[in-house]
DNA sequence: TAACTATGTCTCAAATGTGAGACTTTATGC
DNA sequence: GCATAAAGTCTCACATTTGAGACATAGTTA
């Protein structure tokens, strides 16, 4: 195993661990990646280096699949289409750099990089909800705040029925479009 | 401040606080309950015995509310209707109920009481689903692990939502109901 | 007011989590 | 196979969290 995709396996599994247990101990980090803590702690010095290696990363990563998603097609339709199934496929990623930005005690400033991204993957989701509510696609009494949070719990509920294995992987991301959609009024 | 009033203060403080952050310390409890950790401890002699309180008060707090909501009407799709009012009422409690016994590392038995509440309802849950599918009310094509999947995620955004302020707290059930009744088809 | 109760303050010991040194073992590539 | 890199083991010091005793203080009620 080379040095770099251990340490890139000790990111994905911190992102896996720390999305169902913030506060967890870095022990259960080391579990998840399959290494020893004191292996651990060889690439990261300690929590802090460790959470900002995994916000890079979820930063890295959704923008990617965002971008990608908005690039796919000029239609808003299938930009917000393409965005849930990114959402899905970033997984525990897109649920953790949310679920971070949106704390209350998360200090966000516009400098940060990881919260410019933020800023930005809102504010160009915020678009294509706009575009779709001007063309008469999205219920109108929805607020923009309510599809986006709606966008969330949608992810998360793929992320669950994923790893409780209670729903095929190849439907999860047809279900999702399909409730996503329909409970917008798309 | 009653004794008893201190103690349920601190234990919805804790639901809260759990359900961002299962291991946070217990200092933060305290500070979301608005007392001293000592204060804390004096009720409760540590984290075990009060996470069991919190999964008491989740228990009968989510059943009641949920039995309350089957009870409103014979007709299946009002009953899903008023379940998910009740499961966004409940909050933090039903969301971290969930959490709890979804976990891998639960250790699930029908022997405890908690447990056995959570199969109930979810037993009951299933039931509603099977009707509405049988009566055609619900896609055919979806499973009834995704209809649950999205009925928790759907809480997940409100209480994310109400949490955030983002959404006018007298428009979330309405909300709520719209995106997860369009989104199964109902 | 006096007695009682709830809570806060200060303190401390035990438990747990954290970070790293020193050395050994196991892979990996030449 | 040998050199090297990567990961494991054992160990220890340090920090944080946890649980509780001793006592002071504020609020409540007889």
Redesign the pocket.
């Known amino acids: 195993?080379?040095?770099s995709?251990?340490?890139h396996r000790i990111i994905e599994a911190a992102i896996l661990v720390f999305n169902e247990d913030y506060?967890a101990?870095?022990?259960h980090v080391a579990e998840q990646a399959?290494?020893?803590?004191?292996?651990l702690?060889?690439?990261?010095?300690?929590?802090?280096e460790l959470l900002a290696s995994c916000a890079q990363e979820m930063r890295r990563s959704c923008q990617q699949a965002m971008l990608q998603a908005l690039n796919s097609s000029a239609e808003p339709r299938k930009q917000l289409e393409y965005m849930l199934y990114a959402g899905v496929d970033c997984g525990a990623k897109y649920a953790l750099f949310n679920k971070l930005h949106s704390r209350p005690e998360h200090h966000h400033t516009p400098l940060n990089a990881d919260c410019a991204a933020y800023d930005s993957v809102c504010s160009r989701f915020r678009n294509v909800i706009t575009q779709l509510q001007e063309q008469g696609a999205i219920s109108l009494h929805l607020t923009t705040a309510w599809v986006m949070a709606l966008f969330n719990g949608v992810v998360v509920a793929t992320v669950n029925a994923a790893t409780a294995g209670a729903v095929a992987p190849n439907s999860l991301k047809e279900f999702a479009w399909f409730s996503f959609s329909k409970g917008i009024g798309v």
Chains 1, 2 share one sequence.
Do not use: I, K
């Open positions: 195993m080379s040095a995709q251990t340490q506060s101990p870095l022990e399959d290494v020893t803590r004191r292996t702690h060889r690439y990261f010095t300690g929590r802090e």
